[in-house]
């Protein structure tokens, strides 16, 4: 069973008529026609009965319309949801901030702004000495850092100043 058959065969059980269904979908009677035949090949029962007013669907097609609608919902809601997190990011993310450097002052500000920019970042502040939050860089256990110095440089670790004294 594939879902465009899916979608077709519930879409002639909601129209109740081939041909309709078959202008409603932008597709050719014969064609669809023979996709219908192709699913109930599939499922190896007849899915729905012709009639002088057009189709109904057997107890075996009432079975499947009811489980197709559900799997459509389902995959429309699926694609809905990774089409929502390719545009959102989201997940956690560890900053370090030293103790004595302007990172007391940033905290707020920064969550302020990563909260109204990206709501799916769960930010995790830790402030502990810049050695130390120099290790977790290294060791991927921390995003990023605000640090002091920055003068000498760290194998592993990019440096980029933030604020510069000029005394």
Known sequence: MNLR???????????????QAADVLHVAQ?????QLATLEGEVR??????????????????????????ILRQCDQALADMNAAAK?????????????TAAAGLALPLLRAVWARH??????L????????SELVMNGRMD?????????AVHGLAHRPCVRCSW
């Open 88 to 100: 959102n990011i989201s997940g956690a993310v560890a900053v370090g901030l030293a103790p004595g």
């Open 119 to 124: 709501p799916g970042i769960l930010l995790y």
């Open 144 to 152: 990023l850092a605000v640090l002091y110095g920055g003068k000498t």
């Open 5 to 19: 058959r899916l979608q077709y065969f519930v879409k002639i059980v909601d129209v109740g008529s081939l041909t």
């Open 45 to 70: 029962q007849q899915l729905l009965v012709r009639t002088k007013s057009g189709v109904v669907p057997t107890e075996a097609g009432k079975v499947l319309y009811r489980h197709a609608q559900l």
């Open 30 to 34: 014969p064609a669809l026609s023979q």
């Open 126 to 133: 830790n402030e502990t000495y810049g050695t130390t939050l």
